[in-house]
């Protein structure tokens, strides 16, 4: 399983996140990157937050005014669908490893992104808190991740699947 990296993303707290061009990624997280409420984000093992644009794609299609970094991801993915992720998937990506470890539960920050529909209930169902990986939408709101190995991160890099827990 593998895709590329089609955005690294950075903000110093809040919403959106804005690209760079290249991201050193480091056991707390991305250089630069800083969040609004640290005791919800942020932390070892949620260093990294990792959303593919297959899912901002599909909310696009529901009229949600969404883009790459909209949803406070730090890595934006290509062809690596977020119905395969699980916990404890370790990936190579530019010159880090990061590990997978749970997904993340959107809060009420992207509420900005919501008009007469809630956004919310378009990324995350119930059963995804319980770890069923065949809920409606799993994945679609990203997955934690912690940082194995530092490194840096630049759009274009690939993403590669190293191991996962059996």
């Not at 707390?28 to 990294?48: E, M, W």
């Not at 934006?76 to 998937?89: A, D, K, N, V």
């Not at 065949?134 to 709101?141: D, N």
């Amino acid at each position: 399983m593998s895709g590329k990296i089609l955005q690294v993303n950075i903000s110093l707290g809040g919403l959106p996140k804005r690209p760079i061009s290249l991201g050193k990624v480091t056991k707390a997280g991305l250089l630069g990157d800083f969040f609004a409420h640290p005791k919800l984000h942020g932390g070892p093992s949620q260093a990294v937050l990792i959303i593919a644009n297959e899912a901002i794609s599909s909310l696009l299609a529901l009229g949600f005014p969404v883009f790459p970094g909209a949803l406070g991801e730090n890595l934006t993915t290509t062809g690596l669908h977020p119905s395969s992720w699980r916990s404890g998937q370790q990936f190579h990506v530019g010159s880090a490893r990061i590990e997978l470890t749970k997904p993340r539960e959107p809060c009420r920050a992207l509420d900005i992104y919501s008009s007469s529909t809630p956004i919310r209930p378009a990324l995350y169902s119930p059963g995804i808190k319980l770890g069923d990986t065949a809920a409606l939408h799993w994945g679609k709101s990203g997955f934690y991740a912690r940082v194995i190995q530092e490194g840096d991160i630049a759009p274009g890099d690939i993403i590669v699947l190293e191991s996962q827990l059996a």
